[in-house]
Structures are given as structure tokens and as C-alpha cells.
């Protein structure tokens, strides 16, 4: 029965990737309209698997955002390989908690090794481990619960034990561009969303180097690496020797940008970043593991460890990386087997093929809608563009058209007091010809 089951979700899975490029990329009103079907009271007698199946496919596919096709240019969300999805099916299938080794050597392992491919992709130094997380907000959380550890053993305070109620202070300086989960990290970890110090930063979001404040061995310093609107990069190379010698905790929140790291074309960009004591990154994002996968990574490992372990008589640790040691969760799903298997299926060519293609792909649209007279609002560095089709009105009243016409999909935001189009190409999935057709679609939206 059960492979039965296991056999149809395979064959739905496949005709709604068969057809996920083919439909239009946002959801029909009448498909989540439908979704009614869904909801309800908990019967109180069991559903058979195939029915729960069936609703699933018949009400559940039609209505979901098609991102897994190669035009869905929103937020800053990548498609999934498919050596990764198919891992993920297995690693459903295996059913693994990977919180410690005696749970799981495979998943213990893969982690392990994708942890370590994750550092040399991203260029950082020997030594430095961390953990798999579900996003750049918990690996932010992560990270910074390391930094928060050590700068306050620093003054003989223990954060983990007594918590922060009469803690000598911290001061966390970020630019004036910081992406909010990292201000949410910072709230979570009692040291304050509003209690930073913001640092100028330039027409791209980036960081001004001459503008930063006082920093001593009781600073958080969070840089970024690929601004969620411009893509740009904070100047790493030029603030990080400073922030070092005064003994500030760098932290570098590179939820997409970091990956840069891997193609020797866009390398330049995050230079110096390799400075710092703690990154922050996703492989949902730019790598296109799937949802979810945040990688938070440490320079000395230890810090995470004492920020994070747990013990008790029942839990049997001993192996040499418990990963429950170094993450906010004890029970957890396997997702560096995800991590592995698209990784191990891109290759460091791979990985650098992603970054070069979609940032061509964004330098295409940002040539061609200026070639048609509007205007782009960032220097397109990577894979992000900004495009103004006019007055707020006009580019919200063309998002719009947009997102019903449906051969594309791509959100607003307001960068530095104007309102723009967010082009984001993160997907491995987009080819040429879904720009071309993605671009005319813009231009007829904006045309209209
Ligand atoms: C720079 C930056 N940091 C953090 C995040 C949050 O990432 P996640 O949604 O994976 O938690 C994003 C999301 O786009 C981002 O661009």
C-alpha cells in the first residue's frame, strides 16, 4: 500500500513539474479560491492516504506559486536542483533525526561534508564549522549567539547561565541597510532590535567605511554581503582590518551575495569578507537547494558549541560533531543531505556557473528595460535589479499587470525613497528565453 502511495505522489510530483513551467506563475483567484476544500473541522474518523493525497494534488498544486519554474523573479528565492529534490525525497523516506550521530551516521556525515564544501566555496579560513539551520534568519541567530558567548566570557559573564539582566553592555553596529531578520536575530537574542548603532551607507546600500563608529572588544560589527534590493556588498577588505584590531566581532550576513565567492568573475566582490569571525548564509538562496536551508557558519566552532549544547543522562553524545552541539534545535530534519547532494551535483564549476548566468540574466533585463526608458535604480553588480517604470503609481499599477498577466512574477519594494520593481534571478532554472519572455512581458505591463 505504501508503495502504492509513495508511487502516485512520485507521478503528481512529475506532472506538476511537467507543467509548472507552462502555467501562469502566480496562482489563479479561482485556484485559491478553491482551497476551501482544504479547510474545515478534523474529522473525527480517520481519511484514507490516497484521498489526503488526492486533495493535496487536486486542491494544493494548483494554487502554489510556480518558483520552481525559471520565471519567478520575487523576494530572493532560488529553485531546487534536482538532485537535491530528489535527495529530499529520500531523506523523507529515511525519516532521520539529525541531532546526534547514534540517530544518524548518514545524515551526520553528509552534514558534515557539505559544511566543509559550504567554507571552501565561500572562501573562508581553515577551521572555521558551524551548523545547517532553515535560513538566513536562524543562522543570523546563530552566529550572533556565538558572538554574544564570547564577548561576554571576555568580561567573566556567562550569557548562556545568567542570562542578560545585568550583563555589561554590547554595542552592535549595522549599516543603515541591514536586512531586518538580522535586527529579528538580535531581538531574539535580548540584545535589542532598536539597540544598534546604524552606519551611514551610500546610494547602493553599502556600508560607508568612514563613517563608522567607535569599536572596542565589546562591538558586534554586522556587515553584509548582497543587498536584499541592490545586491551590492558592504567594503569588507576596507573595514575589517580596523574592526579586528580594535577586537570587534565581525559578522557578515551574506544570505545570497556570500556565494559570489565561488565563480572567479564575481569573487572581487566579496573580498575581505573572509575577515570576519562568523557568516551567515543560505542554500535555498543562490545554491538552489530547496526550502529550507540556512548554513551558519563560525570561525571558532567552540563559541557556537558553548552557545548551543545541551546535555542530558539520555541524550548519547560522543561522536565527534554532534550537530545538536552547534544548532538552536535538538530534533531536526536531515537538511544537509540536501545540501550535499546539490552541492555534490554542482560542483565548485557548478555553483560558479549559477552565480555568472543569473547575474547575466539580470544584467539583460536591466539593459533592456533602460533600452525602453526606464529607470534602473542600482548599479547591477549580481543578480538583483531595481526598475522605476515611472511615477510610484505607475510601477506599483505595472507590478500589478505583471503579477496577473502571469508569464512572470516580480514584487516591489521602496529602495531609498523610490519605489521600484525587484528583479531577483535566483533560480538555476532560468534560461535565456524565459528573460526574453519575462522582459517582454514587463514591457507590455509597463505599456499598457
Ligand atoms: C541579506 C539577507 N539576510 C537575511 C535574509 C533572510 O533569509 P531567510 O528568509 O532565509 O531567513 C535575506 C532574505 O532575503 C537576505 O536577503
Redo the contacts with the bound molecule.
Keep these: 500500500m505504501r508503495a502504492a502511495l509513495l508511487k502516485r505522489a512520485a507521478r503528481d510530483a512529475m506532472d506538476y513539474l511537467e507543467e509548472v513551467d507552462a502555467r501562469s506563475v502566480a496562482p489563479s483567484a479561482k485556484a485559491v479560491a478553491a482551497l476551501a476544500a482544504l479547510r474545515g473541522p478534523l474529522p473525527p474518523g480517520s481519511t484514507s492516504a490516497e484521498t489526503v493525497l488526492h486533495l493535496l494534488h487536486e486542491y494544493g498544486s494548483p494554487a502554489t506559486v510556480a518558483n520552481g519554474g525559471g520565471r519567478y523573479f520575487g523576494?530572493?528565492n532560488g529553485g531546487c536542483l534536482p538532485a537535491a529534490m530528489a535527495a529530499g525525497w529520500l531523506v523523507s523516506a529515511w525519516d532521520q533525526n539529525a541531532a546526534f550521530l547514534v540517530q544518524s551516521p548518514t545524515a551526520i556525515v553528509l552534514e558534515e561534508v557539505a559544511l566543509e564544501w559550504v567554507r571552501e566555496l565561500l572562501g573562508l579560513p581553515a577551521g572555521t564549522g558551524g551548523a545547517v539551520v532553515?535560513?538566513?534568519?536562524?543562522?543570523?541567530f546563530s552566529a550572533l549567539a556565538a558572538a554574544r558567548h564570547t564577548l561576554l566570557k571576555r568580561t567573566g559573564w556567562d550569557a548562556e547561565a545568567d542570562g542578560l539582566f545585568g550583563a555589561p553592555p554590547i554595542t552592535v553596529v549595522v549599516g543603515e541597510e541591514v536586512?531586518p531578520?538580522?535586527l529579528k536575530a538580535l531581538g531574539l537574542l535580548g540584545l535589542g532590535r532598536k539597540r544598534v548603532v546604524r552606519v551611514p551607507v551610500d546610494g547602493q546600500g553599502r556600508m560607508r567605511a568612514d563613517a563608522l563608529p567607535h569599536m572596542d572588544a565589546q562591538t558586534i560589527l554586522c556587515l553584509?554581503a548582497?543587498?536584499?534590493n541592490t545586491g551590492a556588498f558592504d567594503p569588507a577588505a576596507a573595514i575589517c582590518p580596523a574592526a579586528r584590531a580594535a577586537g570587534a566581532w565581525i559578522h557578515v550576513?551574506?544570505?545570497?551575495?556570500l556565494w559570489a565567492a565561488a565563480s572567479p568573475e564575481y569573487s572581487k566582490y566579496t573580498r575581505g569578507f573572509e575577515q570576519a569571525d562568523s557568516w551567515?548564509t543560505?542554500g535555498?538562496?543562490w545554491p538552489n537547494i530547496g526550502y529550507?536551508c540556512?548554513i551558519a557558519l563560525v570561525r571558532e566552532p567552540e563559541m557556537l558549541k558553548t552557545a548551543m549544547s545541551v546535555r542530558a543522562p539520555y541524550l548519547e553524545t560522543g561522536g565527534p560533531r554532534e550537530p545538536s552541539d552547534y544548532n538552536p534545535e535538538l530534533s531536526r530534519r536531515a537538511r544537509g543531505v540536501e545540501l550535499w547532494a546539490g552541492l555534490r551535483s554542482l560542483g565548485r564549476q557548478g555553483m560558479a556557473s549559477i552565480v555568472e548566468r543569473t547575474s547575466s540574466h539580470a544584467r539583460r533585463f536591466a539593459a533592456g528595460l533602460k533600452a525602453a526608458g526606464f529607470q534602473i535604480l542600482n548599479d547591477v553588480v549580481i543578480n538583483q535589479v531595481l526598475v522605476s517604470f515611472g511615477s510610484p503609481e505607475k510601477t506599483l499599477r505595472t507590478i500589478a499587470r505583471l503579477q496577473a498577466e502571469g508569464t512572470c512574477w516580480c514584487g516591489s519594494t521602496v529602495w531609498q525613497g523610490q519605489t521600484a520593481m525587484r528583479i531577483s534571478v535566483s533560480s538555476w532554472a532560468t534560461g535565456k528565453e524565459d528573460v526574453e519572455r519575462s522582459l517582454a512581458a514587463m514591457l507590455a505591463a509597463a505599456r499598457e
Design positions: 523576494f530572493v532553515t535560513g538566513a534568519t536562524m543562522a543570523n536586512h531578520s538580522l553584509q548582497g543587498n536584499v550576513d551574506g544570505a545570497f551575495g551567515a543560505d535555498h538562496k529550507d540556512g
